[in-house]
């Protein structure tokens, strides 16, 4: 099949559209278990003390009996996924072709089935749910895209739920180059 | 002590809390996210993209959002869902204040849960991130 074109002038967006919504990924396992220390620096990055997070001999006395993974969809996709190193920025959404590569996320929806402790192993199967043009103050040629992540834990049960969206752009600099 | 839903009250403030957004904040904020997204610590490759300086990213406001309720709703508390967006950028030099307040409550299959609306503001642009989420909490 012919992959949609990105660049300048050539850019369909109702080919992509055609293309690649409803578009799934394989499930993709987690190369850690959800860990304490990954947790604590999470909270501390915003001075979240919560012992239930961070304490395990606090957690053990409560009625989880482990300590808990903040209910984060961020932090819950970043076990559910082979974890961000090496580092790889650009595309960060290398699935969908736009005209631009940087990223400015624009809403997230999570919903939270069930929690999740310390030593579960995360699963996520990602979804295009759309993609679209829409402009804004940085690019009048920008692209959307809600992508959705169904994370589950090694029992096979769903725990979180994400669906982002995100709105990719050129740089003013990409936009000169593209509007000569 | 454990926050049950019949205490709650319809109107009823979160404490929340702020954070001031310092260089030490925003290298915390790549640590405690593990986003090395450069638009969130690099200011020279944040202006090449046409932002006025870098900015903390989803997983920070995520966090903290999240915090808010955490901190509120104790250890029985169940955060069931929240949806954010991301309107407008809190920067290095900004203080990032978080808050919630109790938007509604009902019972629903023998629970007690609860509607809140989740922000975080600052000064130089009022809200940045607004927010919906629903919590169950345990009833007496």
């Known amino acids: 099949m012919k992959e949609p074109s990105a660049s300048r002038g050539t850019y369909d967006i109702e080919e992509v559209r055609r293309k690649y919504i409803g578009f799934e990924t394989a499930v993709a396992k987690g190369r850690y278990p959800v860990e304490h220390d990954t947790i604590r620096r999470h909270c501390h990055m915003v001075d979240d003390n919560n012992p239930l997070f961070l304490d395990p001999e606090y957690a053990k006395k409560t009625s989880h009996g482990a300590v808990l993974c903040p209910p984060s969809g961020w932090l ?50 990602g979804r295009v749910a759309d993609v679209y043009q829409k402009a804004i103050s940085l690019d009048a040629e920008a692209v959307g895209i809600v992508a959705e992540a169904i994370i589950s834990n090694q029992r096979g049960e769903t725990v979180c739920v994400i669906r982002n969206t995100m709105l990719t752009h050129r740089t003013p600099e990409e936009q000169v180059i593209g509007d000569r | 002590m454990q926050l049950v839903w019949e205490d709650v009250d319809v109107g009823e403030e979160l404490p929340g ?41 989803t997983g920070f406001l995520q966090a903290a959002l999240v915090r808010v309720m955490t901190d509120w709703m104790g250890d029985e508390g169940f955060l069931k869902t929240l949806r ?19 938007s509604g409550k009902y019972e629903r299959d023998g629970k007690g849960w609860v509607e809140l609306e989740v922000w975080a503001e600052n000064e130089r642009e009022g809200v940045t991130t607004p927010g919906t989420a629903t919590v169950v909490l345990p009833r007496r």
């Open chain 1, 76 to 125: 819950a996709l970043y076990f559910a996924s082979l974890g961000p190193w090496p580092a790889v920025f650009e595309p960060l959404f290398p699935i969908v072709p736009t005209p631009g590569k940087r990223i400015v996320n624009m809403s997230q929806e999570v919903e939270w089935p069930a929690r999740i402790k310390a030593g579960d192993h995360l699963s996520v199967r």
């Open chain 2, 84 to 102: 954010f967006e991301m309107r407008r950028q809190q920067r290095p030099g900004d203080t990032m204040v978080c808050k919630g307040r109790v």
């Open chain 2, 17 to 57: 809390f702020s954070l001031d957004i310092t260089p030490r904040r925003v290298f915390l904020q790549v640590s405690g996210s593990q986003d090395w997204y450069p638009v969130h610590f690099d200011a020279g490759f944040a202006k090449k993209g046409g932002h006025a300086d870098v900015f903390v990213n």
